[in-house]
């Protein structure tokens, strides 16, 4: 068929197509002794497997993928494949180490008897730099008052216990936009169900992306008998 053809049977530009060809998504092209490019059903059928594997690998591992196997480098290929299922495995188990952590936190008393401490202290106690309980309270997570003659940082069980839940986002990689909601979620009715909420959420699109990247590895299945033997 020619690269129009192929184009309007995948709803595409025929620019794109060949942006495909160039970049290695597609098997290479043979050319007719006038210099027009052919295109066969393994080339439709590429288009399919490049779509699927995009949706939920990407398109830079899909480039990786589709590269190797024309280039029948299968383990390049499959690598790439795995990879990616195992980065959505390791945020899936963190994810669940996060609620379940947080849930054991946000159960600790805010307002138990203790004496305040300083800044120095409380970076000890959670294992992360003073410099990083500065940023967290410019940017509004965290609310320590100061010392009076001093002007000293000084945070009381309340403000160590909110601490600890901004270092349990961080760590679970939740971006500092939604570590603000979930810090005013928590001063303003002193729910976690913001939190709750917000976990659950990536649950669920963790969920379809998992859908999506067996879709894309079933169609790379389904395309690479054609390409590389057993």
């Given at each position: 068929?020619?690269?129009?053809?192929?184009?309007?049977?995948?709803?595409?530009?025929?620019?794109?197509?060949?942006?495909?060809?160039?970049?290695?998504?597609?098997?290479?092209?043979?050319?007719?002794?006038?210099?027009?490019?052919?295109?066969?059903?393994?080339?439709?059928?590429?288009?399919?497997?490049?779509?699927?594997?995009?949706?939920?690998?990407?398109?830079?591992?899909t480039r990786t993928v589709m590269?190797?196997?024309?280039?029948?480098?299968?383990?390049?290929?499959?690598?790439?494949?795995?990879?990616?299922?195992?980065?959505?495995?390791?945020?899936?188990?963190?994810?669940?180490?996060?609620?379940?952590?947080?849930?054991?936190?946000?159960?600790?008393?805010?307002?138990?008897?203790?004496?305040?401490?300083?800044?120095?202290?409380?970076?000890?106690?959670?294992?992360?730099?003073?410099?990083?309980?500065?940023?967290?309270?410019?940017?509004?997570?965290?609310?320590?008052?100061?010392?009076?003659?001093?002007?000293?940082?000084?945070?009381?069980?309340?403000?160590?216990?909110?601490?600890?839940?901004?270092?349990?986002?961080?760590?679970?990689?939740?971006?500092?936009?939604?570590?603000?909601?979930?810090?005013?979620?928590?001063?303003?009715?002193?729910?976690?169900?913001?939190?709750?909420?917000e976990l659950y959420r990536r649950?669920?699109?963790?969920?379809?992306?998992?859908?999506?990247?067996?879709?894309?590895?079933?169609?790379?299945?389904?395309?690479?008998?054609?390409?590389?033997?057993?």
């Amino acid at each position: 068929m020619r690269i129009a053809d192929l184009a309007r049977q995948a709803g595409l530009s025929v620019q794109q197509i060949r942006n495909y060809v160039d970049e290695g998504l597609l098997p290479p092209v043979d050319r007719t002794p006038s210099g027009y490019r052919i295109f066969t059903p393994r080339h439709a059928a590429a288009l399919t497997t490049v779509r699927a594997l995009a949706e939920g690998h990407g398109w830079e591992r899909t480039r990786t993928v589709m590269r190797a196997v024309h280039a029948a480098d299968l383990d390049k290929a499959l690598a790439a494949i795995d990879a990616g299922h195992a980065e959505l495995d390791r945020e899936r188990a963190g994810i669940a180490a996060v609620l379940g952590a947080f849930d054991s936190l946000v159960s600790l008393p805010s307002d138990r008897p203790g004496r305040p401490l300083r800044i120095g202290a409380v970076a000890r106690q959670l294992g992360v730099r003073p410099s990083a309980l500065r940023l967290w309270e410019e940017r509004g997570l965290l609310r320590p008052v100061r010392q009076p003659g001093t002007a000293y940082r000084l945070y009381d069980p309340a403000e160590v216990r909110n601490a600890r839940i901004v270092v349990l986002l961080r760590k679970g990689n939740y971006p500092l936009s939604i570590v603000e909601a979930v810090m005013t979620e928590l001063r303003t009715t002193g729910s976690p169900g913001r939190v709750r909420a917000e976990l659950y959420r990536r649950e669920q699109e963790v969920r379809r992306r998992s859908l999506a990247l067996l879709r894309g590895t079933a169609a790379l299945a389904a395309y690479l008998p054609g390409e590389i033997g057993p």
